[in-house]
């Protein structure tokens, strides 16, 4: 009974996590400050930490919070901070496009969910559904080597961007 219990408050965590999660997201595609863009993405990533967690890969969910949102974006709110806040190109609204991405993105839910309801036949615990155990082992022993030159990749780029913000100020004043 405890077992069962237990079982259903982890699958409640996790849909409260993803509902999180998924609300980051779309906050970062409709907030126009780049600063609250960046807390959204706080937001979405310290969700998806409590995900992993949740599904046993604490390993994982630990570089999530430790690496990506403590350091990394540390470090884009820091490259935020220097860019020039008078500019007011972050002020415009998106452009029509963002309603038929809305309406893809809801289909695409939809598709999924019918997809994982159709094969499990009901709620499942979430480490049934996925195999997160074989990820994780795949993810450590084969491709850590890709997920750290991604990293590598990610500060490399915020150097270039930082570069071409200190030569474009140089270029108007």
């Known amino acids: 009974m405890i077992e069962a219990t237990l079982q259903y408050a982890d699958t409640a965590l996790l849909v409260l996590f993803g509902v999180f999660a998924l609300a980051g997201a779309v906050a970062m595609l409709v907030l126009r400050h780049p600063m609250r863009v960046a807390m959204a993405l706080i937001g979405t990533m310290i969700s998806l930490g409590g995900i992993y967690g949740l599904l046993g890969v604490h390993f994982i969910a630990a570089f999530q919070v430790l690496i990506y949102v403590s350091a990394v974006m540390v470090f884009i709110v820091y ?7 008078r500019d007011l190109s972050f002020t415009h609204r998106f452009t029509r496009l963002v309603v038929p991405a809305a ?42 080597l890709q997920f ?13 961007a930082i570069v071409v913000v200190r030569l474009d100020d140089k270029d108007h004043g």
């Not at 999924?112 to 155990?133: C, K, S, Y």
């Not at 750290?148 to 270039?160: H, I, P, Q």
């Open 148 to 160: 750290e030159v991604t990293s590598v990749l990610l500060v490399a780029a915020v150097v270039a």
């Open 103 to 144: 309406a893809a993105g809801l289909l695409f839910f939809v598709v999924l969910g019918h997809a994982v309801w159709r094969d499990t036949g009901g709620v499942q615990p979430a480490t049934a559904l996925f195999g997160i155990g074989q990820f994780a082992v795949d993810f450590l022993s084969r491709y850590w």
């Open 79 to 85: 490259v935020i901070m220097l860019l020039d806040v």
